[in-house]
């Protein structure tokens, strides 16, 4: 059996579709620019990062890929979900701040629950770093999202 150029390419424009059905923004949830400052005690805080990550609503869906970005030296930041600066998913979020030289996982010893001392948190650390507390926003389809993550040594 012999195909033609013409049905060659009528059968390739028809499966280029399904062959690439998980590629580029195939599935992905909508999202909405978010922009923002973190401040510790009403001053910014001058690096670290900052993740956005989408809360589970009741009803057992995957709430979505988180959005990261970095905090600039004068507390700012954007996020970027899928492409760069692209903002969050529209949805509740629960936020979180990385200081440079903290560990992913919390603080020493407060991972493991154990009752060891406090240790010293590491040098240039701010003072909230060492106060860890659920912080949550709502991001809106279209709306201003633009935050201020007040952090307090509290």
């Known amino acids: 059996m012999r195909l033609s150029l013409r049905s060659f390419s009528v059968v390739a424009a028809c499966a280029l579709p399904l062959l690439c059905g998980g590629c580029g923004g195939a599935g992905n949830l909508p999202v909405a620019k ?7 005690e009403g001053e910014p805080v001058t690096s670290g990062s900052i993740a956005f990550t989408p809360v ?3 009803n057992g869906e995957l709430p979505g890929k988180p ?3 970095k905090v600039n030296s004068d ?7 899928y492409q760069p600066n692209d903002g969050a998913i529209v949805g509740k979020h629960r936020v979180s701040i990385t200081f440079p030289g903290q560990e992913l996982g919390g603080l020493p010893g407060e991972q493991y629950g154990d009752d060891s001392p406090p240790q010293r948190l590491p040098q240039g650390l701010p003072p909230c770093a060492a106060a860890p507390r ?7 389809a279209g ?3 633009s935050f201020t993550i007040e952090l307090s040594d509290d």
Request: charged share 15%; hydrophobic share 35%; aromatic share 4%.
């Open 67 to 69: 959005a990261l970005g």
């Open 34 to 40: 978010v922009t923002g400052q973190v401040t510790c």
């Open 143 to 145: 709306g201003d999202n």
């Open 75 to 81: 507390g700012t930041f954007q996020l970027t979900t």
């Open 56 to 58: 589970a609503s009741g």
């Open 134 to 140: 659920v912080i949550e926003v709502e991001v809106e």
